[in-house]
């Protein structure tokens, strides 16, 4: 059994910074790929940024140069720095991991004001 869990949303001004966090536990093997997902009020999850086990990072590109995603000193925590945020960023950010079967988080609210 795999779960996540969250922490980190908030209530932020358009153009401020929040850090969202992620641990996961249980059997997660050492091969996987976490990420960041979200999904604002009548739309579709949207994929965010993800990191494989080895690092490799990849963004959406409406996020590109104002998200970071990162990973703790322990590799089942992933981090995502967003800064420059937008009203347009608001949603419910979803923590994922990929280990053979995909895991998804309870979810966190990120709110941007204008």
């Known amino acids: 059994q795999v779960q996540l869990v969250e922490s980190g949303g908030g209530l932020v001004q358009a153009g401020g910074s929040l850090r969202l966090s992620c641990a996961a536990s249980g059997n997660i093997g050492s091969r996987f790929r976490m990420g960041w997902s979200r999904q604002a009020p009548g739309k579709p999850r949207d994929l965010v940024a993800t990191?494989?086990?080895?690092?490799?990072?990849n963004y959406a590109d409406s996020v590109k140069g104002r998200f970071t995603i990162s990973r703790g000193n322990a590799k089942n925590t992933v981090y995502l720095q967003m800064n420059a945020l937008k009203p347009e960023d608001t949603a419910v950010y979803y923590c994922?991991?990929?280990?053979?079967?995909?895991?998804w988080g309870q979810g966190t609210q990120v709110t941007v004001s204008s």
């Open positions: 990191i494989t086990s080895d690092g490799t990072t």
């Open positions: 994922s991991i990929l280990a053979g079967l995909i895991y």
